[in-house]
C-alpha cells in the first residue's frame, strides 16, 4: 500500500480524522472545508468526509460521504498551489486533528462549528 505523509513529515494512517481545507491562510477558499475520516479501500488510502460546509465555511453540517465519492489521497499530493513537499506523496491540504476511537466527537457538527467556523468570508 502506498505511504502518505502530511506536511509535518508525519505518516497517514487509516483512522486518522484529519480537517481539509484549501485556504493558504488568505481566508478565501473555504468552498470546501471538511472533517473527513481516512479509510483503506482497495489498498489504499481514501478520504471519507462526514462533515462539510455548504456555505464557505459558515457552518458546518453532517454529509457522510458515499464510499463511490470518495477519493483516493494520491489526489491530495498534486501541487496546484505552491508550497514546500518535503518527501514524495505529501498531502497537501490535510491536517490531522485527531484518530478514531478516542476522539469520535470530532467527526461531529457540533464540534466543527465550534471549532473551524470563520469569521469572515
Known sequence: MKTYFYQDGTEVKENDIVFYSEDDGSNQWHYADAIELIVKKDDDLFAKA???????AKSFEEYEELEVNMVSLKYGCESYFSFENKKENTLQHFTKIGELPNDKYMLTEKYANSKYVTKKC
Open 50 to 56: 462526514f462533515i462539510t460546509t455548504m456555505n464557505e
